[in-house]
């Protein structure tokens, strides 16, 4: 496997289930991210993890909750999610959070909640 | 507040030039992406501007100007497999990306 890799591929799951996201990258990068991707919006940056660390939340609703357990791994974990939770969540990762290294992204997961 | 603002979609012709503008309102500034986003897939990096002026890399170029918050990319020789959305996307003072909505490119034969 190469680059940034996201399991599952598509999802479909209902408002009391509970299911996780992964990603994997094999770059040997230090700095991961979940992204969501919702039709006609901007992506909306969820999580970012430096150095399996935790830098930053945005504002994101504890229905989704990240894990970070090494720095090639990243897992969100989804429960009791809503309809407007269906999206495309994305992961990325880069070298480093700062300097000019840019974000590669996985292929996501398109996620539906019904 | 933070904003990035681009057109929501162009049009131009296979062999033709295009330019994507880009303006943007960030806290701090550190750095501008570009990215490209066919269809169902995911953003791939095209090009990064920290520094005014022009940057190039083959058939794409992207300019940045700090003092005015703007920037473009440049696509020349148009390509059928250009046709995707084109995501500019400055970085904070915190190294975050402000993602823009994305400019839909379409090429007509």
């Known amino acids: 496997e190469t680059g940034v890799t996201q399991t599952p591929r598509h999802l479909v799951m209902g408002m009391t289930n509970k299911k996780s996201l992964k990603c994997e990258q094999h770059l040997g990068h230090n700095a991961m991210y979940w992204y969501k991707q919702s039709a006609k919006k901007p992506l909306e940056l969820m999580f970012v993890?430096?150095?399996?660390?935790?830098?930053e939340n945005n504002s994101v609703p504890s229905r989704f909750s990240p894990e970070c357990p090494n720095s090639s791994h990243l897992f969100l974990h989804l429960h009791t999610l809503q309809p407007e939770d269906s999206a495309l969540y994305l992961c990325?990762?880069?070298?480093?959070?700062?300097?000019?290294?840019?974000?590669?992204f996985g292929p996501g997961t398109r996620l539906t909640v019904t | 507040g933070q904003n990035i603002d681009q057109p929501t979609e162009m049009t131009a012709t296979e062999g033709a030039i295009v330019q994507i503008n880009c303006t943007y309102q960030?806290?701090?500034?550190?750095?501008l992406f570009w990215y490209q986003q066919h269809a169902g897939e995911a953003p791939t990096f095209l090009s990064y501007n920290v520094l005014d002026g022009l940057e190039e890399k083959g058939r794409f170029s992207s300019f940045l100007s700090r003092s005015k918050g703007y920037s473009y990319l440049l696509l020349k020789e148009l390509q059928m497999k250009d046709s995707a959305s084109y995501l500019c996307?400055?970085?904070?003072?915190?190294?975050?990306?402000?993602w823009g909505a994305g400019t839909k490119l379409i090429i007509k034969p």
């Open positions: 993890y430096n150095f399996k660390e935790q830098t």
């Open positions: 990325a990762s880069s070298q480093e959070l700062a300097e000019s290294y840019e974000q590669y």
């Open positions: 960030t806290s701090g500034f550190n750095g």
């Open positions: 996307a400055p970085r904070d003072s915190n190294y975050q990306l402000i």
